[in-house]
């Protein structure tokens, strides 16, 4: 199970633009690793999210995300 929440800021005059986002994943899963939804998490910002890699350089983007494991 993968969620992502996003948090934006926008510029206070028009045009408001996005100044600011930030993505937090919420991943669950049975056998997860820190190390791979890390990489995943990174993976999408850098290189699979085509929103993301539009913005880079005009928009300041973060990301964080919480891991649950499930033992089912």
């Known amino acids: 199970h993968c969620e992502c ?3 934006a800021e926008r510029a206070d005059s028009a ?3 996005f100044t600011a986002i930030h993505a937090h994943y ?3 899963g049975k056998g ?3 190390k791979a939804v ?3 998490v990174d993976l999408s910002a850098q290189k699979y999210c085509s929103v ?3 913005l880079k350089g005009n928009v300041d983007i973060t990301t ?3 891991l649950e494991n499930t033992s089912d």
Do not use: H, I, Q
């Open 32 to 34: 997860l690793s820190e």
């Open 52 to 54: 993301m890699l539009m």
């Open 5 to 7: 929440e996003l948090n």
């Open 64 to 66: 964080s995300y919480t």
């Open 15 to 17: 045009p408001k633009v």
């Open 26 to 28: 919420s991943v669950k």
């Open 38 to 40: 890390a990489r995943a």
